[in-house]
C-alpha cells in the first residue's frame, strides 16, 4: 500500500521573516553603543581663557599638540593618541606628519595649571620637528 502523498504548504511571498534583520538590527545598535563613547575621549586639558581671533580654517586638519596638567605630551596621531610621549617621539611624529602633509598647522593645547616653561618646550619641539609656526588654543572667556 502506498502512502498518500501530503501537499507542502507553500508560504505566501507577502510573508517576510524579519528575525534575522532584527537580530543585525540589534548588534549593529550594541557596537555604535560601545564605540561612539570610544570616540569622543580625549586627553583631559583645562584649557586657559583669552579673548582671541580665531583662525583662518585651513583645508588640512591641523596637528594638535597636548600638554596635561603633569606636564605630558599627547599627539592627536598615530596608533595611541591618548598616551603621552616623549619629546623624541614628538620631534618623529610631527615630522613624519609634515613631510606627509605640507602645510598643516601645528597647534598646542596646554592645560592652564601647566608650568609655562613646559608649554615653551613643547614650541621648541614642534618648531624642531619642522613646523614653521605653532598656534595655540584656547577658549573663549566665559561672560
Same mark, same amino acid.
Given at each position: 500500500?502506498?502512502?498518500?502523498?501530503?501537499?507542502?504548504?507553500?508560504?505566501?511571498?507577502?510573508?517576510?521573516?524579519?528575525?534575522?534583520?532584527?537580530?543585525?538590527?540589534?548588534?549593529?545598535?550594541?557596537?555604535?553603543?560601545?564605540?561612539?563613547?570610544?570616540?569622543?575621549?580625549?586627553?583631559?586639558?583645562?584649557?586657559?581663557?583669552?579673548?582671541?581671533?580665531?583662525?583662518?580654517?585651513? !583645508?588640512?586638519?591641523?596637528?594638535? /599638540?597636548?600638554?596635561?596638567?603633569? @606636564?605630558?605630551? $599627547?599627539?592627536? %596621531?598615530?596608533?595611541?593618541?591618548?598616551?603621552?610621549?616623549?619629546?623624541?617621539?614628538?620631534?618623529?611624529?610631527?615630522?613624519?606628519?609634515?613631510?606627509? !602633509?605640507?602645510?598643516?598647522?601645528? /597647534?598646542?593645547?596646554?592645560?592652564? @595649571?601647566?608650568? $609655562?616653561?613646559? %608649554?615653551?618646550?613643547?614650541?621648541?619641539?614642534?618648531?624642531?620637528?619642522?613646523?614653521?609656526?605653532?598656534?595655540?588654543?584656547?577658549?573663549?572667556?566665559?561672560?
Amino acid at each position: 500500500m502506498e502512502k498518500p502523498r501530503q501537499k507542502i504548504k507553500k508560504r505566501p511571498m507577502s510573508e517576510i521573516n524579519v528575525v534575522p534583520y532584527i537580530d543585525v538590527m540589534l548588534v549593529l545598535l550594541v557596537i555604535f553603543m560601545i564605540t561612539a563613547p570610544l570616540l569622543t575621549q580625549g586627553v583631559k586639558v583645562s584649557l586657559p581663557q583669552a579673548s582671541a581671533k580665531p583662525m583662518d580654517s585651513q !583645508k588640512l586638519k591641523p596637528l594638535i /599638540l597636548s600638554i596635561d596638567i603633569n @606636564g605630558q605630551f $599627547y599627539l592627536d %596621531v598615530g596608533e595611541t593618541p591618548n598616551e603621552p610621549v616623549d619629546a623624541a617621539t614628538l620631534v618623529a611624529r610631527i615630522a613624519a606628519v609634515l613631510q606627509s !602633509k605640507k602645510g598643516t598647522q601645528v /597647534l598646542v593645547r596646554g592645560d592652564e @595649571g601647566v608650568n $609655562y616653561g613646559r %608649554v615653551m618646550d613643547a614650541m621648541v619641539l614642534a618648531q624642531k620637528a619642522g613646523a614653521p609656526s605653532v598656534g595655540m588654543i584656547t577658549r573663549n572667556p566665559e561672560p
